[in-house]
């Protein structure tokens, strides 16, 4: 291959990345209102442009997608090679709650999209196999009680990234707060209490964590 040939596919493979990153900023700003026209904008690229990568905005939103599944494998695996069991699935969780507030576009395209179902069983499919092996390595260090699922600690993924999107303009580290006092709940009796990450809300702030909560 010559020199001619290369350079259109270095250019089309950069054209392609800019367009991804323009979308995950785009996405996490707008939400799932945003649209390839917009986005071609922000990525500073004409519309044909991104139109030849992506077709729709849905096969833009599923390579978005797979593009957060490996950073969540990642994370997970990462949390296997941890030697502390407890740690480390106090550890995966706030790394991926760490990815959500970061991007605001992958609690959207995950939990919201049109392709939410499918989404939740590729997640599932790649995910579960690890969380089942992360959270049962815990159990038999004897620092999760018996009686907790795997799927527990998946919904309280779900409801602290929901106090996280409501604090976000008024306290945007409450969630970690209350992530340890959720996962405090699936220990195993006897097990040393963990300090809170974080101080507790102020009072005067209770108005509009409820107005976010509302939002979210």
Do not use: C
Not at 47 to 52: G, L, M
Not at 84 to 99: C, F, N, S, Y
Request: glycine share 6%; proline share 6%; no cysteine.
């Amino acid at each position: 291959m010559n020199t001619a040939e290369r350079k259109p596919r270095k250019d089309a493979a950069r054209n392609r990345e800019r367009i991804i990153q323009a979308a995950g900023e785009l996405f996490a700003e707008q939400g799932l209102e945003a649209t390839l026209n917009g986005i071609a904008h922000h990525a500073g690229l004409g519309v044909a442009t991104v139109y030849r990568h992506f077709p729709d905005k849905d096969s833009l939103l599923d390579t978005l997608f797979q593009e957060h599944l490996d950073d969540w494998q990642q994370l997970f695996e990462d949390g296997l090679a941890d030697p502390d069991p407890w740690h480390a699935v106090v550890t995966v969780h706030e790394r991926a709650l760490e990815l959500w507030q970061r991007n605001r576009a992958l609690r959207d395209i995950v939990l919201r999209s049109p392709h939410a179902p499918k989404h939740s069983e590729q997640q599932r499919a790649r995910l579960h196999p690890i969380a089942v092996e992360l959270i049962e390595r815990a159990r038999q260090a004897g620092k999760v009680r018996p009686d907790a699922t795997t799927q527990d600690f998946g919904v309280i993924l779900i409801m602290v990234s929901a106090v996280m999107e409501a604090g976000r303009g008024v306290a945007p580290d409450l969630w970690r707060r209350y992530l340890r006092i959720a996962l405090q709940g699936l220990r195993q009796e006897g097990a040393s209490l963990e300090p809170l990450a974080v101080p507790a809300v102020a009072p005067e702030q209770m108005d509009e964590l409820f107005m976010g909560i509302w939002k979210a």
